[in-house]
């Protein structure tokens, strides 16, 4: 079973340098509370840039560096403030 926080995260990698809307999560992806999974991600680690429209929503852009999958890249786990993550080398 695909996570809400998993398919933002898709979606974000999809994008590219476009971005994804916080309109579209919510009414095209059924994506609830989607800036919570933004915030949640951000938090893993992801380098995420939110971008306020002048419709009040706003694009989220991930960082081009995170842009490809993770596997085979190396990392070491940080556990600062008691959040275990990881962080990429």
Known sequence: MRTQRKLVLELLIEAN???VN???LTYKYGIKQAPTRVKELKRLG???VSVRQKN???TYI???DQ???REGIDYKWDFENGIARKVYL
């Open 22 to 24: 916080s309109y579209d």
């Open 17 to 19: 340098k476009d971005g």
């Open 46 to 48: 992801h380098d995420i």
């Open 56 to 58: 009040r929503s706003v």
């Open 67 to 69: 842009r490809h999958e």
């Open 62 to 64: 991930l960082n081009k």
